[in-house]
């Protein structure tokens, strides 16, 4: 384990242990599960999330340090990997591309990005060009029940930004997730509530699936016991494969084909910014 991410994990033990508090408690006041907190305490996750840090930070009363701390371990993580190129997602974000914005119908209530054109086999493409036959589509191996090819890897942490309702008045919910990636397959799973349990807030699992490197389709369920909270999610992938955007509809709080827009980046400030132009460009109700 590198120094400075030592130092910085070190911190968050005494200063927990400080204030008498148990991973499982702190992990609730921060709302994100215990499991997580656990593995990156252990510095399993490597450099964890700012988001994690900085509430840690303000629910601990660490005046900064634990940012700081982390801003060293993440220079200091960055500086090691020679040779790696590391792309920012962009602050402002055109999402005026038609194919983009028309996503209409339902969704699922959290989901996950994924994303980019699939890539036939050389090899394949030689023979069927030889041959004048058409090059097989990736569609096709799908409906095989072999695994399709993504260019571009969707796995790792990601943001998601939803618009849903509770008691009939609109609220925003952002949410941390994780997904897994298996071919043209997507496992996701939020890591962070978003809002307060008793703000309607909840832990939910899904699977997806890529169609072409365009749409994203698939299901969600809530994982906390008494929530009955599940649907569906239809998503439109950008063409750079690092946002999607897009419908969820089901079961929720305030009852059956609820529905609203989402979407999902690697920041959570670009995903609140593609929730709020989506809503300007399309009212409700239009």
């Given at each position: ?9 070190g ?9 008498g ?26 450099v ?43 602050q402002e974000?055109d999402i ?51 695994p ?21 008045e ?21 890591i ?6 008793e ?5 939910w ?56 827009w989402g979407?999902m ?19 409700r109700?239009?």
């Amino acid at each position: 384990m590198q120094p400075c991410l030592a130092s910085l994990l070190g911190a968050i033990v005494q200063y927990r242990k400080a204030a008498g508090l148990s991973q499982a408690q702190l992990a609730n006041r921060v709302r994100y599960q215990p499991s997580y907190l656990s593995k990156a305490e252990r510095g399993l996750l490597g450099v964890p999330s700012q988001s994690l840090i900085t509430a840690i930070d303000a629910e601990l009363n660490a005046g900064g340090t634990l940012v700081e701390l982390r801003r060293h371990a993440w220079l200091e993580d960055k500086g090691g990997q020679a040779g790696v190129t590391w792309r920012e997602v962009p602050q402002e974000v055109d999402i005026t591309n038609r194919r983009q914005l028309i996503v209409g119908g339902g969704a699922a209530a959290v989901a996950p990005a994924m994303v980019a054109p699939v890539a036939v086999g050389s090899a394949a493409v030689a023979s069927a060009t030889m041959e004048n036959a058409p090059v097989p589509a990736a569609s096709r191996a799908a409906l095989a029940g072999i695994p399709g090819q993504v260019r571009g890897d969707l796995a790792g942490r990601w943001w998601t930004s939803w618009q849903t309702f509770r008691d009939g008045e609109e609220i925003h919910s952002s949410q941390e997730v994780n997904v897994d990636q298996a071919g043209d397959h997507l496992t996701i799973a939020a890591i962070s509530r978003g809002l307060a349990l008793e703000e309607g807030g909840y832990l939910w699992s899904g699977e997806l699936r890529v169609f072409d490197n365009e749409i994203v389709m698939g299901w969600y369920t809530a994982m906390d016991g008494p929530v009955r909270s599940k649907g569906t999610l239809f998503m439109s992938l950008h063409p750079h494969g690092d946002r999607l955007t897009g419908r969820w509809v089901g079961l929720s709080y305030d009852g059956l084909f609820i529905e609203g827009w989402g979407a999902m980046a690697r920041s959570e400030q670009v995903t609140i910014a593609l929730i709020e132009r989506l809503k300007k460009q399309h009212p409700r109700g239009v």
